[in-house]
């Protein structure tokens, strides 16, 4: 069975730009949540979906965006890019949305924002 | 708090010999939480998980430890060989937040041939 898949797997843009990351979950999972990763740091919650709804928000602006598909794939956008937003952006999908569901990540997208 | 931190940054053992990778969390109401495996360039791996009514939990050649009493937890890794060379994570779990996972810095554990 593939697990949680992302697509690209690298991107380069430019301060003010604007990016979509994408990810689809493993088969019959229903959730996905979207994480930050700064080198050397452990991963930061940004979103959680759950049946195409937002079920979680992390400390992150506006800028930050995302939403969830009929077939439980999601995408995740990023307005007005910032130098620091550079980053690895990892998915998570779970099975349900309840307490100690586990979550299980992609590889994830690198972004470079120049 | 809300924090899951980790004391070690760095450890490095040689192979064949046990790990022991330690994590302290923050908020008592914590009642899950997770290991994860980061090798370079991927995401992270799950490893194990336990929940707040079990102390102890064993996978193959790994084992989580969980001390309520002082918020601490554990992985020990048995007979460690150059493929667990990696970063490892505990994560909390809190489901009255949307089911977020708060991860620690992490640890870089390094096996020595």
């Known amino acids: 069975d593939a697990g949680v898949t992302q697509s690209p797997t690298h991107l380069i843009k430019t301060r003010g730009q604007h990016v979509t990351l994408r990810c689809s979950p493993i088969?019959?999972?229903?959730?996905v949540s979207w994480y930050q990763q700064v080198l050397g740091q452990g991963p930061q919650f940004i979103f959680q979906y759950y049946e195409k709804e937002e079920r979680g928000r992390g400390n992150f602006p506006d800028r930050f965006s995302a939403r969830q598909f009929p077939n439980y794939s999601s995408e995740l956008n990023v307005n007005a890019l910032l130098l620091g937003d550079s980053a690895l952006y990892l998915c998570?999908?779970?099975?349900?949305?309840?307490?100690?569901?586990?979550?299980?990540f992609g590889p994830g997208t690198r972004l470079l924002v120049l | 708090g809300e924090s899951v931190g980790l004391h070690l940054p760095t450890l490095s053992v040689q192979e064949g010999d046990n790990s022991i990778i330690n994590c302290a969390y923050s908020?008592?109401?914590?009642?899950?939480f997770i290991w994860y495996k980061q090798e370079s360039g991927k995401g992270p791996q799950f490893i194990i998980d336990i929940r707040s009514n079990m102390d102890k939990r064993q996978g193959q050649r790994v084992t989580v430890l969980l001390n309520k009493t002082v918020k601490h937890l554990s992985l020990q890794i048995a007979a460690t060989q150059p493929g667990d060379s990696a970063v490892y994570f505990c994560?909390?779990?809190?489901?009255?937040?949307?089911?977020?996972?708060?991860f620690g810095q992490g640890t870089e554990l390094s096996v020595k041939p």
């Open positions: 998570a999908s779970s099975d349900m949305i309840a307490g100690g569901a586990t979550q299980y």
């Open positions: 088969s019959g999972h229903k959730s």
């Open positions: 994560a909390e779990n809190r489901p009255n937040q949307g089911g977020k996972l708060i």
């Open positions: 908020n008592s109401a914590s009642d899950y």
